[in-house]
């Protein structure tokens, strides 16, 4: 045989290669001195043990002109001659077999469970062995739980938790030493809470992470005529340093490639969210990848609302937003109480229980400011001990939502304040052309309640200071019952106006001094229209529309400024006609406005 590479694996490789019987190095080859193709010169070359861990270089074996040669990686030749040097040359093609199925999963994959798997399948082939596990260390619990097993019942490696110290694996880790049992283990000399009378012999050998146990391999027989002896211990530490080594291989590539997926997945994220589509859908785009990136079933943007202090779904990686539009979805309220009173990404098991089933609902709370405006919710399967790299990712994304939200909301606010002050300037153009103070009411009412996307629109005037406000028009669409409740509130809401108070911005009507037990209303605007400095009438607005259940009623800051500019331009109009005539008649049924 020939070793490819000069290096410390080679050289801890060699002493045992010249000790095993029937094995001869022909050759130790310096790839970066010397051409690969050299290696075609040794016609009796069976094999060629590759210890650069370099892949171009074993690209470059796999297209040499070796018939017949097996190329095997450095961990491949110290399982393989661990067996022959101590004694079980008979084994060599069951052993072999083993081996191609591990080199095969070390170079294809780096799933670590698939890697166990092909490990404790030689353990246990290679052994004779009836049943094997792997079981690792949670160092935060101090337990062992299992990762692999064979020839185990489900039952058994589901509900199988070992403490350290506990029982044969658990002492096994805190000795940092294997152990091997003929007969019966002793209950009281490994502290175990059962026995396993079946077993006839077994071996629990500790993984080695440096000078820490992070695990342990155990094989077992149940047949009288196989029982294990120090050949098998010494085997079995073979596969187990190869299993430490499945270990640091997996952590050494688990920390790059969560950068270069968290490198991905931002980058992903910032061109999503800069695209020229509306805000809707660069959200639905950005759910989809989150739950792409994390192999999520459901991704879904919540949007709060401070008035119901609810969560509702406004976006989802698995339904459509016309659904989401027809059949409004609320977050649980356990977890909108969590994410109301906590700043941070938090996780919750699915279960409520131990993380058996690696389900996880993640939630990162979305905020501009100090105000929560929403939160992102994802429910994924998840390693535990990836769940932290995990959610600072989601943090970072939460972090770049909240700045777009901050500013779609922004230029929202500008795009619609821009357009209702175009409106108001129309109508300031238009009230000069009223020929009549009916026509001029119109188109006060219309106006206002179209502006400002209200439900219900009150004028009030009077002639003189010392007379009293009354009713010119109204315009709503609610029922003539309900407004005459309104009315009757307008009236002690208008008689309290006074001069250069400004807009007044009730957000919860029932909830202020004007408020009646039956009155179903919820916010009002009102303003005072002044005239020489003396209040000749008013104007009250009830109640925002709600373009469906979850959307709030309640007028905003914005708002008022409108209010107060349109008050002002009204106004205006209004003195043309003062003093007021009286009006042609003297009902004061309001005008029931078309839905």
Sequence with gaps: MAIVGLNRETANLLPSLLDADGIQVIKVLNPELEDLSRLTQYPHLSMVIDTTHNASIAARLKKLPLKKVDVISGLGARILFCGIRKGHPGEKDGILQSLEEIREALCLTKNKAEIFKVILNTAVKSSGADCGSIMLLDPSKRQLTIESAYGLEESVVVSSIQRVGKGVSGCAVRRCEPILINGAADKQAYSADYQKPELVSSICCPLMFGEEAVGVINIASKNPS??????????LEELARLAAEVIKTSKDYEAPQHTTQSLGLLNSVREILSMKYRFEERMNLLLMKIAN??????????????????????????????????RPMFLDDFFTQRV??????????????????????MLQPIRTGTELVGTLFIYLHSEKNH????MALIKKVGDMLARELAKNREMETIKVQSLKYSAISQFSFDIANARSLPDLIKMILSNLRLILEAETCVLRLRNSPAAA??????????NPVWMKDILAVDEAICSDMVPGKGVLKIDKLGDSRYGTENLASESVLAMAIEINGEILGTL???????????????????????????????????????????????????????L
Aim: charged content about 25%; overall charge positive; some cysteine.
């Design 226 to 235: 196989r029982i294990f002896d120090q050949a098998d211990v010494a085997f």
């Design 293 to 326: 990136a994390l192999g999520a079933k459901v991704c879904t943007f919540y949007e709060f609302s401070p008035t119901d202090r609810v969560f509702v779904a406004k976006a989802s990686s698995s339904v459509s937003v016309n659904l989401l539009r027809e």
């Design 469 to 478: 406000l009354e009713v010119r028009d109204s315009l709503s669409h609610r």
């Design 540 to 594: 009250t607005l009830y109640d925002k529309k709600a373009l469906d259940q979850t959307t709030t009623r309640s007028f905003s800051d914005q708002d008022k400024d409108v209010m107060l500019n349109f008050c002002m331009q009204a106004g205006k109009g209004l003195k043309r006609f003062f003093p007021f005539p009286a009006p042609a008649t003297q009902s004061q049924e309001p005008v029931l406005a078309d």
């Design 340 to 361: 109301i009173k906590t700043n941070t990404t938090f996780c919750v098991n699915s279960t409520g229980k131990e993380p058996r089933t690696k389900k996880w609902y």
């Design 387 to 390: 769940l932290k790299e995990e």
